[in-house]
């Protein structure tokens, strides 16, 4: 499973979007419930005549929970590799909560706003996370 964030704005139409974040294929969480939601304008009259107008289809709340769990291996802008650890990525996810941003999941993008995001560091090679 794919599993990233990305920034908002142009570029999507060219597919050259501003990567943020991604998430390695051993830190995907196994399930994410995702849950859509019709909004219904509607009106009744006199008689029993009823219209139902759709204003729209919006994603309910995500909510899922992953682990962050060892070094990792990164590379920087001058092509050296460094270790990363567990508390590290986690701070890199954090620092996204309460923007604006492009979440991409098995092909489906949505912006969303990450409104809460709890930490349980076991140590910093061991860290779980809800959002």
């Known amino acids: 499973m794919t599993m ?3 920034k908002t704005g142009r570029g999507s139409e060219r597919n050259d979007e501003s990567l943020l974040f ?8 196994e399930s994410i419930k ?8 509607t ?5 029993s ?6 204003v729209g289809i919006y994603l309910e709340p995500i909510t899922f929970s992953g682990e962050f ?3 990792y291996i990164s590379k920087n802008n001058n092509k050296s590799l460094e270790y990363i650890t567990a508390k590290e990525r986690s701070d890199q ?23 809460k995001y709890e ?7 061991h860290v779980e996370y809800t959002i």
């Open 43 to 47: 009106n009744r009259f006199a008689g």
């Open 119 to 125: 930490i349980d560091i076991k140590n910093y090679n």
């Open 49 to 54: 005549l009823q219209t139902n107008q759709i």
């Open 69 to 71: 769990f060892g070094e």
């Open 93 to 115: 996810l954090a620092r996204l909560q309460g923007r604006i941003i492009k979440f991409w999941f098995e092909g489906i993008k949505q912006l969303v706003i990450i409104q």
């Open 22 to 29: 991604e998430w390695l294929n051993h830190e995907v969480p």
């Open 4 to 6: 990233k964030i990305t």
């Open 34 to 41: 995702l849950s859509y939601e019709t909004s219904l304008n």
